[in-house]
């Protein structure tokens, strides 16, 4: 698991525990299998960014508080923003290469 996956991971199961949350309870407000929530929060699989979204509002943040540094070392916003367009498109390549 990448840092950014690590992070997101990590924030969004402490927000999810803030709320007293289910993986099941999550997935169900932010219209997913809680499977694929689990897969998420166990840096198996990077969301799309309409499911970072939906994720956000169920868990009433905003999606960038979903890479919050959490203990993680991030340089600046653009820096934060070229890891998480860069982990989308490996997530995107590896879909695709499976699909051929």
Do not use: W
């Amino acid at each position: 698991m990448d840092k950014i996956q690590a992070c997101l991971a990590s924030n969004m199961k402490r927000y999810r525990k803030q709320l007293h949350f289910s993986q099941e309870k999550l997935a169900e407000e932010a219209k997913a299998s809680a499977n694929y929530i689990a897969m998420i929060e166990n840096g198996r699989y990077f969301p799309s960014l309409p499911m970072l979204r939906q994720i956000a509002a169920a868990l009433n943040v905003d999606s960038l508080d979903l890479f919050d540094k959490g203990g993680f070392e991030f340089h600046n916003l653009e820096n934060l923003r070229s890891e998480v367009i860069e982990s989308v498109l490996q997530s995107v390549n590896a879909v695709f290469d499976k699909a051929e």
